[in-house]
């Protein structure tokens, strides 16, 4: 049975107990719509669909993403780097990948996944930092305070969830349009999933990436 997290705890994944061949990090989300009556229903505005995006950072020992991709117009391009996200699907290493992007979370099931043979990592990499954001919410008036039911878990090559952390938005998250999710940190015999849950208001990566470079 998967152990269930709360924000601010942690589970050791380890090698004798799972099989961390190819590992599945699965999120989904469901949006919460307002009640608007039968005339509501029948003309109000449809509310738009929210596309929520998973980014993974692959950080050094110190924490620190150092491939920012290749350089382009004297700015770094994310190209090929160790930021995995919708313009750069494959890490070069081919030990971790984004499946494809769902824009709507409609559905059981998760809507977005990131395989990762966590056995191959290259040892340079000792952390993995999950950031969900919503794609162009604060243009659409979107925010976390309308996502519900949402989660990250963990589940192995055999199929079975090893730890899973359950976070849905609600009013004090009204202001919030990316939330790093949870982080994996490598350990002698296996990895360790954090749950952490912390939002912000900007709908972009990059601004928590900032706190990685």
Not at 127 to 140: D, S, W
Not at 185 to 209: C, H, M, Q, T, Y
């Amino acid at each position: 049975m998967a152990v269930s997290l709360k924000k601010g705890q942690g589970v050791s994944l380890k090698k004798a107990e799972n099989d961390l061949s190819l590992v599945t990090i699965g999120l989904g989300w469901d949006i919460n719509e307002e009640k608007k009556g039968l005339l509501g229903g029948l003309f109000g505005k449809k509310e738009e669909d929210y596309d929520l995006d998973v980014t993974a950072f692959l950080c050094g020992a110190d924490g620190k993403v150092h491939d920012l991709g290749a350089v382009q117009g004297g700015s770094p391009s994310l190209a090929n780097g160790d930021v995995i996200f919708y313009n750069n699907m494959r890490h070069r290493s081919g030990s971790i990948w984004l499946t494809g992007d769902n824009r709507t979370g409609a559905g059981d099931g998760d809507d977005e996944q990131i395989i990762i043979k966590l056995n191959e990592l290259p040892a340079e990499y000792a952390k993995i930092v999950f950031i969900v954001q919503i794609y162009q919410g604060e243009a659409r008036g979107q925010n976390f305070g309308k996502v519900k039911n949402a989660f990250i878990r963990a589940v192995d090559n055999k199929g079975k969830e090893m730890a899973r952390f359950d976070l849905s938005g609600g009013a004090a998250f009204a202001q919030y349009r990316s939330l790093l999710f949870a982080e994996l940190v490598r350990e002698s015999d296996g990895w360790k999933l954090n749950a952490i849950g912390s939002p912000d208001p900007s709908d972009s990566f990059v601004s928590w990436l900032k706190q990685y470079v």
